[in-house]
């Protein structure tokens, strides 16, 4: 395991050189530096070895360097690597593959390569297809870093000193309990459905094309909506001929214990945007939505240079061989549920943890000042994922709205014993930063 200090000399070179030659919103956040990643382990360049809480990002849901992942790679690779918009069979069986795991509703599918592609292909064809210009999402959402996906994700520092952002987009609460004034989620929900419907009826121009909405908030903590809101979000789509579009980038692909992380509320998307857990790594998305919908786009106006090429192709294909095979929407259900039972253990433990959301495989520590008052504490929460690092538990830097939300997404192949094991280090981490704020406060 880690050593406790990084970066490591090998590391501190790399950072080093990072920091001459690449974009500064683009450097590490974190000291780990990657040699090689194997299932749900990663080795930096000083031979330091990590329990990775990551997936890289969500991305490697069926772990690191999956051997039939990187059989397909390879193979394809020796073959050819870009056609451009011509067909070719892989192409055509990941489409065949995609629709077949969703309601016969949704029955086409377009292939791209970023997930703020997805999203922004999602928009087009609902536009298209009504013929209406606006957009509604939801506050604290994430849907990518593109000029309109800033505009369509609802958290501030994404957006931050990028104005002014893309007309014609309004925003409506979600439902983050939490941090709601009611602390009720009966309470909260009624609240943002009514908000929801007021932000229609006066913010709305009138002309609203789609509703944009992540399974879970994902950049924004972790924050899981309860079936109601969802439901009701869906009935007011359908009562206004608006399109409802999901955004599963984080959530698909057997993350959040079901395939696809809508499947918990009882609805039907009209259109999904997919990416991350798709392809393990090449770049890869896509959306899916029914032949009406698509059809609404004119010859021509969805082709993408790297969109649908072979080797994301070949990858999909072979990630989706390993989750049905290997039973892993079922593993990230069962291990889920391990998961939250120690994190109301934490949450017993630990005042400064103030809620340990999860649903299936992926986490959100709340790290507040008090539990009381629910103020959220950034310093904290970095303290936490430095002192876990160190200790060879690999995390991402908190996020959140506040900063604050640790965020924790190992691949859906961890055992549950090395699950367990980095859940130990994670103790750990909190009883040692526990420990400092103690002595803090008493003037030691």
């Known amino acids: 395991m880690a050593n406790g200090i990084l970066p490591g000399d090998k590391a501190r070179a790399v950072l080093e050189k990072e920091s001459k030659y690449l974009c500064a919103a683009a450097a590490a956040t974190t000291p780990i530096v990657w040699k090689e990643a194997l299932g ?11 329990i990775d809480f990551t997936s890289g990002i969500l991305v490697a849901n069926v772990g690191h360097s999956h051997p039939k992942v990187v059989k397909a790679i390879q193979e394809q ?42 999203i922004e292909s999602a928009v087009k064809i609902a536009k298209a297809y009504t013929g209406k210009n606006e957009i509604i999402s ?33 925003h409506a609460p979600f439902p983050y309990v939490y941090h709601s004034y009611y602390r009720d989620e009966a309470a909260c929900v009624d609240s943002c459905l009514q908000q929801l419907r007021e932000t229609m009826a006066t913010s709305s121009t009138g002309s609203i094309a789609a509703v944009v909405m992540e399974s879970y908030l994902g950049s924004g903590g972790c924050v899981v909506p309860p079936a109601r809101f969802v439901q009701g979000v869906r009935q007011l789509c359908d009562q206004h001929n608006i399109v409802f579009i999901v955004d599963e980038v984080q959530a698909g692909f057997g993350r959040t214990g079901k395939m696809f992380g809508f499947e918990h509320y009882g609805v039907v998307p009209d259109i ?26 004119p010859p021509g106006s969805a082709s993408s240079t790297y969109g649908g090429n072979p080797l994301s192709c070949a990858a999909a294909l072979a990630v989706l061989d390993v989750i049905e095979s290997e039973g892993l929407v079922q593993r990230a259900e069962a291990l889920g549920q391990v998961l939250a039972k ?23 520590l709340e790290i507040v000042e008090d539990p009381a008052t629910r103020v959220p504490s950034p310093a904290l929460a970095n303290a936490i994922v430095n002192e876990a690092i160190g200790r060879g538990l690999a995390l991402i ?48």
Not at 342 to 364: A, D, N
């Open 40 to 50: 749900a382990t990663v080795v930096d360049v000083d031979d330091n070895r990590y």
């Open 342 to 364: 120690r994190l109301k253990e934490l949450e017993q433990k630990y005042p400064f943890l103030g809620e340990g959301r999860s649903i299936g495989l992926v986490t959100g």
């Open 272 to 297: 999904v945007c997919l990416a991350k857990g798709l392809s393990a790594g090449v770049p890869t998305s896509a959306v899916v939505a029914g032949e009406g919908l698509m059809k609404a786009l």
């Open 397 to 444: 830097s908190p996020t959140g709205l506040y900063g604050n939300v640790i965020r924790m997404m190992p691949p859906l192949v961890i055992s549950e014993e090395l699950m367990n094991q980095g859940l130990d280090i994670l103790d750990e981490a909190m009883a040692k930063v526990s420990d400092d704020v103690s002595k803090t406060q008493a003037g030691e």
């Open 138 to 170: 939801f506050n604290g959402s994430f849907h990518g870093k593109t000029h309109l996906t800033m505009s369509i994700g609802g958290i501030r520092q994404t957006k931050e000193g990028f104005g002014p952002q893309a007309s014609n987009v309004v």
């Open 77 to 118: 690779a020796g073959k050819f690597l870009n056609a451009y918009n011509s067909a070719h069979q892989l192409r055509a069986d990941l489409c065949e593959r995609l629709t077949a795991l969703f309601p016969s509703k949704l029955n086409r599918a377009l292939l791209l390569t970023t997930g703020a592609e997805a």
